[in-house]
């Protein structure tokens, strides 16, 4: 077809940007609104028996979808028997374009595109609709680095299994990129698109795709088998937070991988660079409740006293510090009596002091009595045996415990 030519009289043809069996894409003028697009026109004479079919079909379906990340089907008709699809232009490349130039792509970039093909892929699944066919040539990236799906030609709407467009046994798609289910000749849903954006992921971060053979049989047999290689064993710095969620989307089973709504979100959020999340805020430790401790005078001495302090330091109320002092021993305990003017305290953290009365006046007394019987003493075996030397006026001090308050 020469350039120039005029679809529908309003699609004004430049140049090829694409060509495959079905057909080929244009971009194209579109005079009555004014704006670039992209014209896909299927071949005259096709071969393939479902390409008409597949053709309206991929309009339908497109057309259902309105999405920032899904190409958006603008127009559909015939034109000299030939059907014709209006897209909008998508100004960059696909995927396999970067992918055979850069050979793979930072873990960031890669996240972007993740969060961004997975939200278009939840749009369509939410529409009930199951692409298919997700790879490299099939991801457009656009001029600001948008991601946008393209290319619902196979695609299979969920409550209508004639929209397979495929014989019995016969398995649509590409190998290299499709789920293990598919590989058994399962019908193909949901999960069976997230299967392949992993293995898409996994190809821009390692430069290949997870699984390889020299047959389209053999890599099925992987799919369904072969457990993908860790990106880090390939040398791919990852954070292991990425890492273990790509491999999820790689499960063999369609149950043990995330939605795509889940993917979306997750790769939106940061969560692939594996930050911590913060923890909870601690819950504040109940005050403890003042104890009351009885204290047995008849249980003296105690059996653990507690630690002494530093001279001259003080016990603060409250704080659950208890500084104790012994009372002297009764005279017969160890045989000596205390020297005079020694006094020994118990302090009890301002609190008070317990006195053991009945001590006090047993060693008064034993005192009194030892003082009496000395002054008698030296009275008798004074020289000249006389008491005028005793003062009876001098009355015999008495040494005996006392509390000193802190």
């Known amino acids: ?39 896909k026109l299927l071949h005259s004479q096709n071969s393939e028996p479902t390409a008409t079919a597949r053709f309206r079909l991929e309009a339908q379906t497109a057309g259902r979808l309105s999405h920032p990340h899904v190409v ?3 127009d559909f008709g015939e034109q000299e028997g030939r059907l014709y699809l209006v897209m909008e232009l998508v100004g960059g490349d696909s995927l396999s374009h970067v992918l055979a130039q850069a050979g793979s792509l930072p873990a960031e970039h890669v996240a972007h595109i993740a969060a961004q093909s997975a939200a278009g892929l939840s749009a369509a699944h939410e529409q009930g609709i199951v692409h298919r066919d997700i790879k490299p040539g099939n991801l457009l990236l656009d001029a600001d680095g948008s991601v946008k799906i393209a290319d ?41 698109d997230v299967y392949s954006l992993g293995c898409v992921l996994y190809q821009l971060l390692t430069g290949q795709p997870p699984f390889r053979a020299g047959s389209p049989i053999a890599v099925l047999h992987h799919h369904l088998d072969t457990p993908p290689v860790p990106p880090r064993e390939l040398g791919v710095g990852l954070p292991p937070a990425f890492e273990n969620y790509l491999l999820g989307l790689l499960a063999k089973r369609p149950e043990d ?25 601690a819950a504040p430790r109940p005050e403890p409740e003042p104890r009351v401790t009885a204290w047995d005078p008849i249980a003296e001495p105690r059996r653990n006293p507690a630690p002494r302090s530093a001279p001259g330091s003080r016990s603060l109320p409250g704080s659950g510090s208890v500084t104790t002092y012994a009372f002297p021993s009764a005279v017969g305990g160890s045989g000596t009596a205390p020297a005079h003017g020694t006094r020994r305290r118990q302090r009890t953290g301002g609190r008070g002091v317990a006195v053991n009365r009945s001590k006090t006046v047993g060693t008064v007394a034993a005192v009194v009595v030892f003082l009496a019987a000395l002054l008698v003493g030296l009275a008798w075996f004074s020289p000249d045996h006389s008491s005028a030397d005793t003062s009876p006026t001098d009355p015999p001090s008495s040494a005996g415990p006392s509390a000193a308050t802190p």
């Open 1 to 39: 077809m020469k350039q120039q030519v005029l679809i529908a009289g309003r699609y004004r043809l430049n140049t090829t940007i694409g060509r495959g069996a079905m057909g080929e894409v244009w971009q194209a003028y579109d005079e009555m609104g004014g704006r670039p697009v992209a014209v």
């Open 72 to 74: 958006g089907v603008l």
């Open 152 to 192: 619902f030609g196979i695609a299979h709407f969920m409550n209508d299994p004639s929209g397979a467009l495929t014989a019995t046994g016969q398995i649509v798609g590409t190998s290299l990129y499709i789920a293990p289910e598919r590989a058994l000749g399962q019908p193909a849903g949901p999960p069976s």
């Open 257 to 281: 991988r995330p939605t795509a709504r889940q993917v979306a979100e997750w790769f939106a959020s940061g969560a692939w660079r594996g930050r911590p999340e913060p923890l909870p805020a």
